[in-house]
């Protein structure tokens, strides 16, 4: 749980992770994409990363929250082979969904897991054992613990929302769910279109309707947000092994379109990483 007293750096940003945002107190509204929530106390937000967000909190009025950050490449396997992949519906199905807890009981089950998941990286931190991997695994069953109850509180919404799904929607998921899958390999419009078996063109203008973004708007986003993750995580890829690992052709567009997305050249960034991540251990 952590008490914010510093805006700075609350600007838009997006990420290829799934995250759970928990307001604990204070005075803070939440952007996700075009859509404004003023938080209450209690308030849990489930987001899919990708779509731009940001808090926005009063100023000079100090506000608590917690975020737990995850990847799905990383989760899936995990979920499948405890057969539980209905765990990661929530963030595919009702992404960017703002629930709030009114059972106290509930609540204080949340914040509890969520506080003991905090102590248990910082301790980890702490002691330079985040590779130890019985840390991981006591992690990892505690995530799953919190994704259950985030489950739980989602069922009745992801019953409406399938009862409620028209076919485009439907359409658009799978092209998502595609996307999501290949959007490291080089794809066309009519990869796509003959993998659905449907019109690019119609493709292309409900995909438009439903997500607010071009299908090519989203697979670079898709990709840019890969490359982030690699110049953060593997210091020791070169910048033409993250190009091609994100979907990009060559290193020269690559960091011409990154630099154009993020207004830093890839090292730039990677670099402004590292010295943020040194600051904040």
């Not at 945002?21 to 404004?36: A, N, V």
């Not at 060559?250 to 050249?265: A, I, N, V, Y």
Request: charged residues 25%; hydrophobic residues 35%; proline residues 3%.
């Amino acid at each position: 749980m952590d008490k914010v007293e510093s805006y700075e750096d609350f600007s838009y940003h997006s990420h290829d992770r799934y995250e759970i945002y928990y307001f604990h107190g204070g005075e803070c509204k939440y952007l996700i994409g075009d859509r404004i929530y003023r938080l209450q106390e209690d308030d849990l937000i489930i987001m899919n990363g990708l779509t731009l967000h940001r808090a926005y909190p009063e100023p000079g009025i100090p506000y608590e929250r917690s975020v737990i950050e995850f990847s799905s490449e990383w989760l899936r396997p995990i979920l499948n082979n405890l057969n539980v992949p209905e765990l990661l519906s929530p963030f595919n199905q009702l992404s960017n969904t703002l629930f709030h807890i009114k059972d106290k009981e509930k609540s204080a089950e949340v914040k509890a897991l969520i506080k003991k998941m905090a102590e248990k990286l910082k301790s980890s931190k702490q002691e330079n054992i985040v590779e130890n991997r019985f840390q991981i695994g006591e992690l990892t069953s505690m995530l799953m613990q919190l994704l259950f109850k985030v489950f739980e509180l989602s069922k009745q919404q992801l019953e409406n929302n399938s009862l409620a799904e028209s076919d485009k929607n439907i359409h658009v998921k799978k092209m998502i769910e595609w996307i999501d899958t290949h959007f490291c390999e080089p794809i066309t419009l009519d990869d796509i279109a003959h993998h659905l078996n449907i019109s690019k063109y119609y493709m292309s203008r409900i995909f438009k309707d439903v997500t607010g973004y071009t299908i090519m708007q989203y697979i670079m986003s898709c990709r840019i947000n890969r490359a982030k993750y690699l110049l953060e995580i593997h210091l020791d890829k070169s910048i033409l092994e993250v190009s091609l690992e994100s979907g990009f052709e060559d290193s020269s567009h690559f960091s011409r379109f990154f630099r154009k997305q993020m207004k830093l050249t890839p090292t730039e960034y990677r670099n402004s990483t590292a010295i943020r991540m040194k600051n904040t251990n």
